[in-house]
């Protein structure tokens, strides 16, 4: 695990100024490495409200009226109907996503890369502005709602993150999450089905072996060119999180200093999980009660030998600075 730069704390609790800068503590890296329930378990602690991936809230929670974290359409939410009052002035019926929508396409993963590629990013883009503004009122919002000292978002898309970096209204402590490649690979040819598709059954997307292995590498990458702009970085492990999680918890909260002596410590591998209003993620978000935190090792018996060595060729050096083996004991 990594960790640098101090964080003073600028939020003193109680209800936030509109000039105030809103803290979000965001959960970057690959899809499928467990963000959902490291979400959870930071939300479960005073001062900070578990979100999920708000990236995707104008197109699949005020668009296509999936499901609230807490069970409930998106729309007919209480909750989300007060945060899109107290940030648009309307509600989610009200609020138009298709501008949200057609800005962040405009700025686009491809776009946004090549201008920082040929260093052509010295200023925000008018399209940028105007989406890091609209994303300002919504998290806004949401603080006011919850009278939350920073937002859990764990959209884990680096460009996202960037865009909350460089937009002024945020300030933005990033937790890079990673996990074995492998056991992300494996875990994108699973079939799940997607329980916030209320209206029909569909399940999750599945991805091929070498194409996960490749976007695991250039999503962990940017990730930590992504902490070099934020206002804090640190990254932690999947596999330790669940098997230390105080350890894991402590680095992510050591920034900040309102948390230092009120945490209460986890007295076995399990959280106890309260329902939540989270925009979009693995279908965990909708579980609660006990849930025990635990490796799923299921890849390391279940994967042929090949897939796990084309995921290694593909990510292997990445895998060495994370401290994964290249080789599993026992395997050809």
């Not at 578990?50 to 609230?68: I, K, P, T, V």
């Not at 260093?119 to 006011?144: C, F, N, P, T």
């Not at 939350?148 to 909350?164: E, M, N």
Request: hydrophobic residues 40%; contains cysteine.
């Amino acid at each position: 695990m990594e960790m640098q730069g101090p964080i003073a704390e600028s939020v003193s609790g109680g209800r936030h100024r509109a000039t105030d800068p809103i803290p979000v503590l965001y959960i970057a890296g690959a899809g499928r490495s467990g963000s959902t329930l490291l979400d959870r378990v930071i939300g479960m602690h005073d001062g900070f409200s578990s979100m999920g991936e708000l990236y995707f809230a104008w197109e699949r929670s005020f668009g296509e009226n999936q499901l609230c974290g807490c069970g409930l359409p998106f729309h007919e939410c209480p909750f989300w109907e007060r945060v899109s009052q107290l940030s648009f002035g309307v509600g989610t019926r009200g609020f138009d996503a298709r501008r949200p929508v057609s800005l962040k396409a405009r700025i686009g993963w491809k776009r946004y890369l090549l201008r920082r590629g040929l260093h052509l990013g010295g200023g925000r883009g008018a399209a940028m502005v105007s989406y890091g503004d609209l994303l300002a009122q919504l998290y806004r919002g949401i603080r006011e709602a919850t009278d939350c000292r920073a937002i859990v978002d764990s959209s884990k898309d680096p460009v996202h993150g960037f865009i909350l970096a460089q937009t002024p209204a945020f300030e933005v402590h990033v937790v890079h999450l990673v996990r074995d490649p492998r056991a992300v690979a494996f875990s994108w040819r699973r079939s799940r089905k997607r329980p916030e598709i209320h209206w029909t059954d569909e399940e999750m997307p599945k991805e091929r072996i070498y194409t996960s292995a490749i976007r695991w590498t250039g999503e962990n990458a940017l990730v930590e060119m992504l902490g070099r702009e934020a206002a804090s970085y640190c990254r932690i492990r999947y596999e330790d999180f669940v098997v230390e999680p105080d350890e894991a918890l402590d680095r992510v909260f050591a920034p900040y200093d309102w948390m230092s002596a009120k945490r209460e410590r986890l007295r076995d591998l399990a959280v106890e999980l309260e329902p939540t209003h989270t925009v979009s993620g693995n279908p965990m978000r909708f579980k609660k009660g006990k849930v025990e935190l635990k490796i799923d090792s299921e890849w390391q018996c279940e994967m042929t030998a090949s897939d796990r060595r084309l995921v290694t060729a593909a990510a292997w050096p990445l895998m060495a600075r994370y401290g994964y083996p290249l080789r599993l004991l026992g395997s050809p």
